[in-house]
């Protein structure tokens, strides 16, 4: 079976245009350490829908990990967000686009 990434969907919570620009640094950074573990594929903020912050593309070796890395995420241990997490097959040239 292929490996799966994990899709990290970032909800805002009622407290989060309270965060503090020390929560932000945070945030930054713990996307600096995933970047530099070879953890992030990905990560960006949305734009136009209203109740959700952004998402990261989480390449770990199992669902736990990437739990692991979501429980962690500063906006989540803050309370300035909650998250819900989603395995994600990728469709590439490689495996032929899943067919």
């Not at 669902?63 to 906006?75: D, K």
């Not at 309370?79 to 495996?95: C, D, H, M, S, W």
Request: neutral net charge.
């Amino acid at each position: 079976m292929e490996k799966l990434m994990y899709l990290m969907l970032i909800e805002k919570s009622k407290t989060y245009n309270k965060m503090t620009k020390k929560v932000v640094t945070d945030h930054v950074e713990n996307i600096r350490r995933l970047d530099d573990a070879g953890k992030l594929e990905i990560c960006g903020v949305f734009q136009g829908y209203p109740g959700m912050a952004g998402m990261y593309i989480l390449k770990t070796e199992s669902r736990e990990e990437a739990e692991e890395i979501c429980r962690a995420e500063p906006l989540v241990v803050g309370g300035y967000a909650t998250y819900k997490l989603v395995g994600l097959q990728v469709a590439n040239r490689e495996n032929n686009y899943l067919l």
